[in-house]
């Protein structure tokens, strides 16, 4: 790989040269996550908040890194990548290792990774290198349509055959809103929508009972209060006990005592609402909202469609999960296992957000550069 | 490289914007919801939060125990070795199961029971496996119990009655309550019959109970609050160990009871009652045939006949009767008649025991021979409700009132009685035969035992009672003239002294102490004119159930009496051959322990 190379390229140039407006907002989120799981892990650094530091700070090292990347070479390489992930997809479907009831997990011998994670990027990198060669007038053709939805779909049957039907329908969110970005035609959304809409019946009336059950269940967990519904009551129970100030770090009753599952990862917020009250979620919920402006500042200064679709579209999968995660632990959406980004404990979601941070430093230092059809 | 038509970028921004929009929007529900939830509902959310993790645990203590007067223990807490698991420390619980199955030799089908239970009980509580284990598998289990992970050996606490069937209507028992897991670590206990029920909530004692904080699984997190209880109360009764043993075993295979107690202050030594049942079984769980046998026993093992036995007093209310006629004035004190072993009133014939009668008889005479003719002439002469007042001054036909549950209350009729009962009125006829304490008065022998104490002091009625120190409802006055008690306690002293009385065989002379007392032989059929003329059939020739009753109420010494005692033995043949024999050798045990009580007494006196 080369390095962008027009201007003088000092170490400094290239450390400080990026946006550290987004990156500071990165680890002001971050930090949120390291207090949290110092806090969960019984006020302890171990075992998750001194790995959530470090991860943090490996992951500025590569956002600067991949900032420094030549922006052509990331465009050209963009259908190499999806390739690359859409065929790991495949071999996951083949050899992946079994966790949690799916095949989520391929294992490489050094590091085990989710394909299906980083094809969030893939999509995203594909997709705009697509839209690139495309006149606004062409966008809505069909020709010029079917290509797009070969991309979003192929990537996103494999995940749902894993089986992990959140995250299949997350890619698909995602690669229509680029399709949306790009400029289709609003009629087709409509017709999607109505498709959908119509389909819904039939569909439903041949479904069984018990299969019934677990998508009502899906969408109302309190109808099931020992099961399904049991980790949302509690969740609720967690963050409406915070109130105003919340209960103090440390000291939240609900993630303590094991109330809630996965508190380190996927309910994370729930131990912060419940130890930093109202004031808290409100002051994490607008260092999102401040990212996603940043986001958009950026993506209007660049000069190339490639540049503005991959800024969007990770922004779109960015408040996506923020979003997702927090209507499912407040009760407002399914249970669909989606970390809220930066914060919940994990490596392939840091990893997968921190490529996406860096591949937006990396269009927003080459801005005024142009990559061609 | 081509030049991008201008259109891309403008249609970018607009959609960019309207997309950030439905953002913006989409998190304002976000901001909603959390206000809803952390500002509108925190307090029923912080309520629930709280629900979720406190939890509170009772702490067990000690029950108390029961003593009799010298604290001789009648019921104590016993060591219980028991055997749990707490099953997530298991490793294979099957290997488990058959090891101890081995040792402790439980069934097959308790074993699958148990293995089923195992399933659903808490992972991290112990489980009981056995308890009431004997000291030899339970020393087998501990020398095993490194070998068997998740397994323990504890020692908790059971009920233990000393005396067992002895002392088992008096005392009573408990039954183990335990909680909803079915078979929890400790038992509590909860009396269910006699002075453990009584006095449960002395016995009990204060469980003492802790807050603690649980986690999501419900194990203990740490302890927030402590209140350690206080153990049960002991309880001290008037009962003495060594008469109430007595009473019993005198009483045998009869069914019967026996009642003992002190002719001033109403303190009961001995309430037995026979046949018997084991508290310590009933305590430990019994198994439901032995219970369903208790019930069907015609005997009525579980039936504490000393208060809820009904008998006609039979003879033993002639003193009665003559104090009422005395009282009445309605003959002299040296009235008498000749018995001719029969009695003609309103066209019916009244016999008497003594077929060729007792010649002539006076109040002395006719007490100490128990002459029926001279009773039923002299009810006549007295009335009714002249001698149903006298009962009722003596306590028949009412309940005395005594700590031990189950009593009852018994029938003394007069006219206003028969009255409300009955559709036609009092008979004349009725009046002759209450004269012998038969027809429809009932009593309990604890009222007999009660209504002979007063005889014997000569003043007043006491309230028996079982509980040293409790508050008896106090003694009732009798009022009575010296002179006519003199004359009654002559009589009784000449049932048992006099070579003509019908209890002769039963004297006794205990370093000079002697007995007085009254026999009594209750019938329990009708004897018809043909039977008569042919030669009444004697007990032993009858079935049990249509035996007489046989009575006998007696006090010792003659001065200054300091015991009382009544017996009835159910179907059991004649008063003076059956009851009174019993009831000396109970009255000798209880003079042989007079000094020790009335030194105990003196003692306490001097305390109090």
Same mark, same amino acid.
């Given at each position: 790989?080369?390095?962008?190379?027009?201007?003088?390229?000092?170490?400094?140039?290239?450390?400080?040269?990026?946006?550290?407006?987004?990156?500071?907002?990165?680890?002001?989120?971050?930090?949120?996550?390291?207090?949290?799981?110092?806090?969960?892990?019984?006020?302890?650094?171990?075992?998750?908040?001194?790995?959530?530091?470090?991860? =943090?700070? /490996?992951?500025?090292?590569?956002?600067?890194?991949? +900032?420094? *990347? %030549? &922006? $052509?070479?990331?465009?050209?390489?963009?259908?190499?990548?999806?390739?690359?992930?859409?065929?790991?997809?495949?071999?996951?479907?083949?050899?992946?290792?079994?966790?949690?009831?799916?095949?989520?997990?391929?294992?490489?011998?050094?590091?085990?990774?989710?394909?299906?994670?980083?094809?969030?990027?893939?999509?995203?990198?594909?997709?705009?290198?697509?839209?690139?060669?495309?006149?606004?007038?062409?966008?809505?053709?069909?020709?010029?349509?079917?290509?797009?939805?070969?991309?979003?779909?192929?990537?996103?049957?494999?995940?749902?055959?894993?089986?992990?039907?959140?995250?299949?329908?997350? =890619?698909? /969110?995602?690669?229509?809103?680029?399709?949306?970005? +790009?400029? *289709? %035609? &609003? $009629?087709?959304?409509?017709?999607?929508?109505?498709?959908?809409?119509?389909?819904?019946?039939?569909?439903?009336?041949?479904?069984?009972?018990?299969?019934?059950?677990?998508?009502?269940?899906?969408?109302?967990?309190?109808?099931?209060?020992?099961?399904?519904?049991?980790?949302?009551?509690?969740?609720?129970?967690?963050?409406?006990?915070?109130?105003?100030?919340?209960?103090?770090?440390?000291?939240?009753?609900?993630?303590?005592?094991?109330?809630?599952?996965?508190?380190?990862?996927?309910?994370?917020?729930?131990?912060?609402?419940?130890?930093?009250?109202?004031?808290?979620?409100?002051?994490?919920?607008?260092?999102?909202?401040?990212?996603?402006?940043?986001?958009?500042?950026?993506?209007?200064?660049?000069?190339?469609?490639?540049?503005?679709?991959?800024?969007?579209?990770?922004?779109?999968?960015?408040?996506?999960?923020?979003?997702?995660?927090?209507?499912?632990?407040?009760?407002?959406?399914?249970?669909?296992?989606?970390?809220?980004?930066?914060?919940?404990?994990?490596?392939?979601?840091?990893?997968?957000?921190?490529?996406?941070?860096?591949?937006?430093?990396?269009?927003?230092?080459?801005?005024?550069?142009?990559?061609?059809? | 490289?081509?030049?991008?038509?201008?259109?891309?970028?403008?249609?970018?921004?607009?959609?960019?914007?309207?997309?950030?929009?439905?953002?913006?929007?989409?998190?304002?529900?976000?901001?909603?919801?959390?206000?809803?939830?952390?500002?509108?509902?925190?307090?029923?959310?912080?309520?629930?939060?709280?629900?979720?993790?406190?939890?509170?645990?009772?702490?067990?203590?000690?029950?108390?125990?029961?003593?009799?007067?010298?604290?001789?223990?009648?019921?104590?807490?016993?060591?219980?070795?028991?055997?749990?698991?707490?099953?997530?420390?298991?490793?294979?619980?099957?290997?488990?199961?058959?090891?101890?199955?081995?040792?402790?030799?439980?069934?097959?089908?308790?074993?699958?029971?148990?293995?089923?239970?195992?399933?659903?009980?808490?992972?991290?509580?112990?489980?009981?496996?056995?308890?009431?284990?004997?000291?030899?598998?339970?020393?087998?289990?501990?020398?095993?119990?490194?070998?068997?992970?998740?397994?323990?050996?504890?020692?908790?606490?059971?009920?233990?009655?000393?005396?067992?069937?002895?002392?088992?209507?008096?005392?009573?028992?408990?039954?183990?309550?335990?909680?909803?897991?079915?078979?929890?670590?400790?038992?509590?206990?909860?009396?269910?019959?006699?002075?453990?029920?009584?006095?449960?909530?002395?016995?009990?004692?204060?469980?003492?109970?802790?807050?603690?904080?649980?986690?999501?699984?419900?194990?203990?997190?740490?302890?927030?609050?402590?209140?350690?209880?206080?153990?049960?109360?002991?309880?001290?009764?008037?009962?003495?160990?060594?008469?109430?043993?007595?009473?019993?075993?005198?009483?045998?295979?009869?069914?019967?009871?026996?009642?003992?107690?002190?002719?001033?202050?109403?303190?009961?030594?001995?309430?037995?009652?026979?046949?018997?049942?084991?508290?310590?079984?009933?305590?430990?769980?019994?198994?439901?045939?032995?219970?369903?046998?208790?019930?069907?026993?015609?005997?009525?093992?579980?039936?504490?006949?000393?208060?809820?036995?009904?008998?006609?007093?039979?003879?033993?209310?002639?003193?009665?009767?003559?104090?009422?006629?005395?009282?009445?004035?309605?003959?002299?004190?040296?009235?008498?008649?000749?018995?001719?072993?029969?009695?003609?009133?309103?066209?019916?014939?009244?016999?008497?025991?003594?077929?060729?009668?007792?010649?002539?008889?006076?109040?002395?005479?006719?007490?100490?021979?128990?002459?029926?003719?001279?009773?039923?002439?002299?009810?006549?002469?007295?009335?009714?409700?002249?001698?149903?007042?006298?009962?009722?001054?003596?306590?028949?036909?009412?309940?005395?009132?005594?700590?031990?549950?189950?009593?009852?209350?018994?029938?003394?009729?007069?006219?206003?009685?028969?009255?409300?009962?009955?559709?036609?009125?009092?008979?004349?006829?009725?009046?002759?035969?209450?004269?012998?304490?038969?027809?429809?008065?009932?009593?309990?022998?604890?009222?007999?035992?009660?209504?002979?104490?007063?005889?014997?002091?000569?003043?007043?009625?006491?309230?028996?009672?079982?509980?040293?120190?409790?508050?008896?409802?106090?003694?009732?006055?009798?009022?009575?003239?010296?002179?006519?008690?003199?004359?009654?306690?002559?009589?009784?002293?000449?049932?048992?002294?006099?070579?003509?009385?019908?209890?002769?065989?039963?004297?006794?002379?205990?370093?000079?102490?002697?007995?007085?007392?009254?026999?009594?032989?209750?019938?329990?059929?009708?004897?018809?004119?043909?039977?008569?003329?042919?030669?009444?059939?004697?007990?032993?020739?009858?079935?049990?159930?249509?035996?007489?009753?046989?009575?006998?109420?007696?006090?010792?010494?003659?001065?200054?009496?300091?015991?009382?005692?009544?017996?009835?033995?159910?179907?059991?043949?004649?008063?003076?051959?059956?009851?009174?024999?019993?009831?000396?050798?109970?009255?000798?045990?209880?003079?042989?322990?007079?000094?020790?009580?009335?030194?105990?007494?003196?003692?306490?006196?001097?305390?109090?």
């Amino acid at each position: 790989m080369s390095f962008y190379s027009a201007r003088a390229s000092t170490w400094q140039d290239r450390i400080l040269g990026v946006n550290w407006t987004v990156i500071g907002l990165f680890l002001a989120i971050g930090c949120v996550g390291v207090l949290t799981q110092y806090s969960v892990a019984g006020e302890s650094f171990g075992p998750w908040a001194w790995r959530h530091i470090l991860r =943090l700070i /490996v992951a500025v090292g590569l956002m600067i890194a991949i +900032a420094n *990347l %030549s &922006l $052509r070479t990331v465009y050209r390489s963009s259908y190499i990548i999806y390739g690359a992930l859409a065929a790991a997809l495949v071999a996951v479907e083949l050899f992946g290792s079994i966790n949690m009831g799916a095949q989520r997990w391929l294992d490489l011998g050094v590091v085990k990774f989710q394909p299906s994670e980083l094809m969030r990027i893939g999509i995203v990198l594909a997709l705009a290198r697509y839209y690139q060669g495309i006149e606004a007038s062409d966008v809505s053709r069909l020709r010029h349509i079917i290509v797009p939805v070969i991309i979003i779909c192929v990537p996103a049957l494999l995940v749902f055959r894993q089986p992990d039907l959140g995250t299949a329908i997350l =890619l698909v /969110v995602i690669g229509f809103s680029i399709l949306f970005l +790009a400029g *289709l %035609s &609003l $009629r087709y959304f409509m017709l999607a929508g109505i498709g959908l809409a119509s389909s819904f019946p039939i569909v439903w009336t041949r479904l069984q009972n018990y299969q019934q059950n677990r998508i009502l269940t899906f969408f109302d967990p309190e109808r099931d209060p020992l099961g399904a519904g049991y980790h949302i009551i509690q969740s609720k129970i967690g963050i409406g006990s915070g109130g105003l100030m919340g209960k103090g770090i440390g000291d939240g009753t609900q993630s303590r005592l094991n109330f809630l599952p996965e508190k380190h990862t996927d309910f994370i917020f729930t131990i912060f609402a419940e130890e930093t009250g109202f004031v808290g979620s409100l002051i994490l919920i607008g260092l999102f909202i401040a990212l996603l402006i940043a986001l958009f500042f950026v993506a209007r200064e660049l000069k190339t469609h490639f540049g503005r679709l991959l800024v969007a579209g990770f922004g779109v999968s960015l408040f996506l999960y923020f979003f997702v995660n927090l209507a499912m632990v407040m009760g407002l959406a399914p249970v669909v296992g989606v970390p809220l980004p930066f914060v919940s404990y994990g490596g392939t979601s840091l990893l997968t957000f921190s490529i996406a941070m860096g591949l937006i430093l990396c269009v927003d230092r080459q801005a005024s550069i142009d990559v061609g059809r | 490289m081509k030049r991008r038509k201008e259109g891309r970028g403008e249609v970018f921004s607009r959609r960019a914007l309207i997309m950030g929009a439905g953002q913006l929007a989409l998190t304002g529900v976000l901001v909603g919801r959390l206000q809803y939830l952390q500002l509108s509902q925190a307090d029923k959310y912080a309520t629930l939060a709280e629900d979720n993790r406190v939890n509170y645990e009772p702490l067990a203590v000690s029950r108390g125990r029961i003593v009799d007067r010298f604290g001789v223990e009648l019921a104590s807490n016993d060591q219980n070795f028991m055997v749990s698991v707490v099953p997530e420390q298991v490793e294979d619980i099957d290997r488990v199961l058959s090891h101890l199955q081995s040792i402790l030799g439980f069934s097959d089908q308790y074993s699958a029971e148990t293995r089923k239970l195992l399933t659903k009980a808490p992972k991290f509580l112990p489980f009981t496996i056995a308890d009431n284990v004997s000291w030899e598998a339970f020393a087998k289990v501990n020398l095993n119990v490194p070998f068997l992970p998740g397994v323990q050996a504890v020692v908790g606490e059971k009920r233990s009655y000393e005396l067992a069937e002895q002392a088992a209507h008096v005392v009573g028992y408990v039954g183990s309550s335990r909680n909803r897991e079915g078979r929890a670590q400790s038992s509590y206990f909860k009396g269910r019959a006699g002075l453990e029920l009584a006095f449960e909530d002395n016995l009990k004692g204060e469980a003492g109970n802790r807050r603690v904080e649980v986690n999501a699984l419900g194990r203990i997190v740490r302890e927030l609050e402590r209140r350690d209880g206080n153990r049960g109360d002991d309880l001290s009764l008037s009962i003495d160990a060594e008469i109430q043993k007595t009473a019993t075993q005198v009483l045998g295979d009869h069914s019967g009871s026996i009642v003992v107690m002190d002719a001033q202050s109403g303190d009961l030594y001995a309430l037995a009652s026979t046949p018997s049942f084991d508290p310590n079984q009933l305590s430990s769980g019994i198994d439901e045939k032995s219970w369903n046998e208790l019930l069907q026993d015609d005997h009525k093992p579980l039936m504490n006949k000393a208060l809820a036995g009904l008998y006609a007093p039979g003879s033993t209310f002639k003193m009665i009767v003559a104090l009422a006629a005395l009282e009445a004035g309605v003959v002299p004190r040296d009235h008498d008649l000749e018995c001719t072993g029969v009695y003609h009133f309103g066209g019916q014939d009244f016999h008497c025991w003594e077929k060729d009668g007792h010649g002539v008889v006076g109040f002395d005479t006719a007490i100490a021979r128990s002459c029926d003719v001279f009773f039923y002439d002299l009810a006549l002469k007295t009335g009714i409700d002249a001698i149903s007042a006298m009962a009722r001054r003596f306590g028949l036909g009412r309940k005395t009132g005594i700590e031990v549950p189950g009593e009852k209350a018994g029938v003394m009729p007069d006219r206003d009685w028969k009255r409300a009962n009955y559709a036609v009125g009092w008979q004349p006829g009725e009046t002759v035969i209450t004269g012998i304490g038969q027809g429809y008065i009932l009593t309990t022998p604890i009222q007999l035992a009660a209504m002979t104490a007063a005889l014997a002091n000569g003043l007043h009625l006491p309230s028996p009672r079982t509980v040293m120190g409790s508050e008896s409802e106090g003694s009732q006055e009798l009022g009575l003239d010296p002179e006519h008690i003199a004359l009654v306690q002559s009589g009784m002293i000449n049932v048992v002294n006099d070579r003509r009385g019908t209890a002769v065989r039963s004297s006794i002379n205990i370093g000079g102490m002697k007995m007085a007392g009254k026999t009594g032989t209750v019938q329990v059929r009708r004897i018809s004119k043909e039977e008569r003329e042919e030669g009444i059939v004697k007990n032993e020739d009858l079935p049990w159930a249509l035996r007489d009753h046989a009575l006998f109420v007696g006090y010792a010494p003659l001065d200054n009496p300091r015991f009382v005692v009544a017996t009835v033995v159910e179907h059991g043949g004649g008063g003076s051959s059956v009851a009174a024999p019993l009831s000396a050798r109970v009255m000798k045990t209880a003079l042989a322990r007079k000094s020790v009580i009335e030194a105990q007494q003196a003692l306490k006196a001097e305390q109090g």
